[in-house]
């Protein structure tokens, strides 16, 4: 079978990632953003020039941007709702934040401005020795106490949890401890080799196979989470036992453009934005204060590491048994992994998606008895 | 058995040595999924017009094919 998802590029993104600032007041070891001790703020007018450009995006059909970072919540509440503040009604906004800086007044920030929460915690106070302060001092209690906020103010949240090395009987201790926690939803990104970050990513198989069927177990006992590598399991899982496992993937790659601070666009792969190299520059297709997003978008593929990316999707639907799961290894996995973006497997595409399928497999293989 | 160490193109689903392996191992998926669409309903998700919950965060993103469709997510 020819998987018929993810040619080429859409001409419309579904959201758009937007850095209010470079900064973060973590310092986290993993961390793949360059620039992060700066504070370089967005102007308005790039968040206006966006604005106007999602403007009929989000007319016809729900569209979000989501506040990355550094840390977002650096660039100051007076600052993000100027930020925000040219955007329509219709427009959702979402954030993604370390939490150490919500308080009662950042509570009733998100509350006025509708804002989606995310958090990124790595489980209890021992998982979290990665994400330190400025001053290399341990960020957890800053961390709790923004969750503890959220929570006082009724505030839903997501959580994105990093696992720097998965194994067997680490699932279980993570996925009780965000229960606790009280998430709506849980991510769960095994750590990258990315950016400034070159710390190996490379893991036993078996160890990580392991360690998702077990957290296929843990979330079985309470499913109180969604937690999102499993919903994306079953969903491809459900697909082909109904043998519509290709209408699985969408028809094109999302251009997911994130504008960086100071208006440039880089599309596909946020991680790559304030990168260059010698044979691709700085990986940016434009940038919204000279040209509309929307025309930046309709020369996607002229960029030339996106047109050697494009080489490199087909080269995964060519060659691996896992594309109409996968949709291609991600961009900014093949470049700083391999150095080139037409390399197909990645080891992240090992641990978090050939893996993930794996275990996923492994625990329904091992509890048919439960099966009705 | 073990993840598939030598991918190869496949000309069929049948042939599709993913797809086998979900086959393979359809009566505990079937269980499962049955499982996991209770916990849905459990927890009142898949509604577009859902804002009172972070559940509709992300599954905003999943309502969405292109998220979902992994070329990239929050991290």
Partial sequence: MTWSGMRGIASTPTYVVMQPTTLCNLDCTYCYLPHRNADRRMPVPVARAVATAVEPWARTGRFSVVWHGGEPLAAGRDHLAALIAPFGERVEHHVQTNATLIDDAWCEFFAEHRVRVSVSVDGPRERNGDRVTRGHRPAYDRIRRGIEALRRHDIPFSALCVVGRPHPGLATELYDYFLELGCDVLGINVEELEGVNRRTNRHPAADVTAFWAELVAAWRRAPRIHLREIEWSLRYAGAVLAGVADEVLPRQLDPIPTVAYDGSVVLLSPELAGFSDARYGDFTSGNVLTAPLGEILDRAAETPWIAEFLDGVEECRSSCPYFGFCGGAHAANRYFEHGRFDATETDHCRNSKIRLLEGVLDHARDHEATAV | ?75
């Avoid at chain 2, 193109?9 to 797809?19: E, G």
């Avoid at chain 2, 998700?45 to 859902?50: C, I, L, Q, R, V």
């Fill in chain 2, 1 to 75: 058995m073990p993840e598939i160490m030598r991918p190869r193109p496949s000309d069929s689903v049948d042939s599709d040595p993913v797809t086998v392996r979900v086959q393979d191992a359809r009566i505990g998926l079937a269980a499962l999924i049955a499982d996991a669409e209770e916990a849905r309903r459990q927890r009142e998700e898949g509604t577009a017009t859902d804002g009172g919950s972070a559940v509709c965060a992300w599954n905003h993103f999943e309502n969405i094919p292109t998220f979902y469709n992994w070329n990239n997510r929050p991290r």
